[in-house]
């Protein structure tokens, strides 16, 4: 762990790039959303049968990218893939509230700083990659 911190630690970021301990309690926020929120997307496509399961696909897909991000960032540590990931969880995650929101509003109301999160992350990754070719 010491070493990956001492890696992303020492990659150029942009002076607006906010500090590392931010990211822990930002990410627990948002899993605690996304936990709720595609529970209730699954559990309303497997168990009730009330959403076709077409629909969940874009959540799933966004769960994979998500925790790949991690993998790719800091295990890998390889700043591309990193970024390739990042815009693929911001894909999906805009197809996932777009497709939802017919079933359960909330689900995408709620997921609004999860997106902006993301959003905002993007950005931030794509100048860490250009910063540190």
């Known amino acids: 762990m010491s070493k990956t911190y001492n890696w ?11 500090p590392s301990y931010l990211f822990g309690p930002v990410w627990t926020f948002l899993y605690i959303i996304i936990f709720a929120s595609f529970g209730t997307v ?5 168990i009730n049968n009330e959403i076709p399961l077409i629909i969940g696909l874009p959540f799933l897909l966004n769960l994979i990218f998500n925790l790949s991000f991690t993998y790719f960032q800091f295990k890998l540590k ?8 990042i815009v693929l969880v911001l894909l ?5 509230l777009i497709f ?7 689900v995408t109301l709620v ?6 999160w993301v959003s905002f992350a ?12």
């Open 122 to 133: 993007s950005v931030l990754q794509l100048n860490i990659t250009i910063l540190n070719r």
């Open 92 to 96: 999906t995650l805009i197809l996932s």
């Open 111 to 116: 997921n609004m700083p999860y997106l902006l």
């Open 100 to 106: 939802i929101y017919p079933y359960i509003m909330w």
């Open 42 to 46: 699954f559990y309303q496509i497997f």
């Open 78 to 85: 390889n700043n591309v893939l990193a970024f390739i990931d």
């Open 8 to 18: 992303y630690k020492k990659l150029i970021k942009p002076s607006w790039a906010p």
